[in-house]
């Protein structure tokens, strides 16, 4: 009799039962051996009988079970109670058969140790004539609900939970991850969601190989222990990746990170939620954000303030420092690095403030700056230096409307001031504390600034990118009316960052040609012919 319900199918006269005395003594290991072709038949439904898993959920109960074969397919569907015991089917699982026989058809139970799980299980119980029964059809149904067509986005986050499919499919099951996939290429999916799957094998990703329109993949807080298992979006046009969560995630630290992910997808232009690139310039990396509304802030404050450090007006910062903001500076030598026998921190020894290092205590309250036009003195004193913003790592510790603490960790390289000298590479951790002023701008009130030799990674992998220029071409057009021209003169600010009194100077010396006003610009900046109190933040 053909059905879809187990429990009106007769118990075949074939079938061969197994169980955790027959395994253990041995006869059924021998029976195993023997019945392997009814464990290679795939026309075969094997029933599994759970025992001593009375009042625990079915997903709890499949999931243990799966977990302990993994990641061999065994795919358990028909699951249903009878009296104290719990039953499913399975075929085309011999290798997961025989791996639970080794192990006498017990599975230990994570809630109750002294309680494990023991198995029956009856080879060839029915057939796939007898019984009959379709999940293609419920995976499907649950596929239309959760895709979007508006963003082309198919969302499978905690895919296994959904209400309404009717057996366990969990994606961490490669087999039921690639049939998922398979049934999704129905869909043109740009985005697609895999998070919170347990998934740690993305083999099964090869479904969907030739879908060119994707171009977004989530795998957060996965399983992915291994970066080589992202090789298999290699053939693929992935230009945003999300791997927060996953543990081949401590494995590297951020620049590696990135190198690692851009060697498997050279398209990648967002990592994690961030981009890589932002007008031809790496993006900083931050290693933790409290919260993202203070990304935009960071960005531009870090951007602004190293470039104006490393520029040959480094006094301008004093605008960025609070009237009575304080600033100390620690340095120490790390020995057993590469960099250590050449290093000389004498500059910034003699103005440190390490506590337990000082002789003379008094001197506590002197190498503390306060106020910014001390702090600026002690900062333009420091050597001319160029900051590598590619190992920079960035942690916005606290953030809120009016306050922001940021920690800034990195390396820069001094300036060289003969060609006799040899190349020195510093590392730094900066923190700064920063209090609204108004008008969206900010004041450094606090700031710690501990300098040392650079580490021998540090020293390896410094300054081995080269800056991309900013797009020259600008296709602007000649500014007329006059507020046109407002506008331009804050967008000339901006980018030269001189006052609005200096920008519209430039603009109407070049009758407002964004284009001339720059290379106006670029010619006086290059023969010092621009005043210190030309520019926004003097």
């Keep these: 009799m053909t059905t879809n319900d187990p429990a009106l199918v007769k118990m075949s006269p074939m079938a061969v039962t197994l169980n955790d005395t027959s395994v253990s003594t041995g006869i059924g290991s021998g029976l195993v051996m023997k019945e392997r072709k009814l464990l290679n038949n795939p026309n075969l439904w094997h029933k599994v009988i759970v025992h001593n898993c009375e009042n625990l959920d079915r997903d709890f109960i499949l999931k243990t079970i799966l977990d302990h074969v993994h990641p061999l397919d065994f795919i358990p569907v028909r699951y249903t109670v009878e009296g104290t015991n719990g039953t499913f089917f399975a075929r085309n699982c011999r290798m997961a058969i025989e791996k639970l026989c080794r192990q006498n058809l017990i599975v230990a139970n994570p809630t109750n140790k002294d309680k494990p799980f023991k198995l029956t299980i009856i080879l060839s119980y029915s057939t796939t004539t007898d019984l009959i029964i379709n999940v293609q059809e419920n995976i499907a149904a649950v596929l239309n609900k959760r895709y979007t067509a508006a963003t082309k986005t198919l969302n499978l986050d905690n895919f296994y ?5 009717t057996e366990f499919c969990t994606l961490s099951q490669p087999k039921i991850l690639y049939f998922v996939l398979h049934l999704s290429r129905q869909f043109q999916i740009q985005h697609l969601k895999l998070t919170n799957n347990e998934i740690n094998i993305l083999s099964p990703i090869e479904s969907i190989w030739g879908m060119k329109t994707l171009t977004t993949l989530d795998l ?16 693929m046009q992935i230009t945003e990746l999300l791997l927060d969560g996953n543990p081949l995630c401590e494995q590297y630290d951020e620049y590696s990170y990135v190198q690692a992910v851009k060697e498997i997808c050279p398209k990648i232009e967002k990592l994690d939620g961030v981009l890589l690139s932002q007008n031809g310039f790496l993006a900083f990396r931050r290693n933790y954000l409290c919260k993202m509304d203070g990304q935009e802030l960071i960005d531009q404050f870090l951007e602004h303030y190293f470039c104006l450090y490393d ?13 009575q903001a304080m600033l100390s500076v620690t340095s120490q030598y790390l020995p057993g690095q590469s960099t250590t026998a050449t290093a000389s921190l004498g500059q910034y020894k003699c103005v440190s403030r390490n506590l337990r290092l000082l002789s003379d205590l008094a001197k506590s309250e002197e190498c503390l700056m306060v106020g910014s ?7 333009t004193s420091l050597p001319a230096s160029e900051h590598d913003p590619y190992t920079f790592t960035v942690d916005l510790m606290y953030y809120k409307e009016n306050t922001a603490i940021v920690t800034v960790t990195g390396v820069f390289r001094e300036a060289l001031q003969s060609l006799l000298d040899s190349e020195r590479i510093l590392g730094f951790t900066r923190t700064f504390i920063l209090v609204s002023v108004g008008n969206g701008e900010y004041n450094i009130v606090n700031e710690e600034y501990h300098i040392s030799n650079a580490t021998t990674t540090q020293q390896q992998r410094a300054f081995k990118i080269v800056r991309v220029p900013r797009p020259s071409h600008l296709t602007i057009e000649q500014a007329h009316t006059n507020k046109e021209r407002k506008k331009m003169a804050y967008a000339f600010k901006s980018i030269t960052n001189l006052n609005v009194q200096w920008s519209k100077k430039c603009l109407e010396d070049c009758n407002y040609d964004l284009k001339k006003a720059l290379m106006l610009f670029v010619d006086l900046y290059k023969v010092d012919k621009i005043p210190l109190e030309a520019f926004a933040n003097y």
């Design 311 to 323: 520029s040959a007006h480094r006094s301008a910062l004093e605008v960025m420092y609070h009237k």
């Design 373 to 379: 036009s001390k702090i600026i003195k002690l900062l």
């Design 161 to 165: 939970k959904d209400t309404d499919l």
């Design 220 to 235: 957060r807080n996965n399983m992915i222990e291994k970066m080589a298992e992202l090789n298999i979006l290699k053939t």
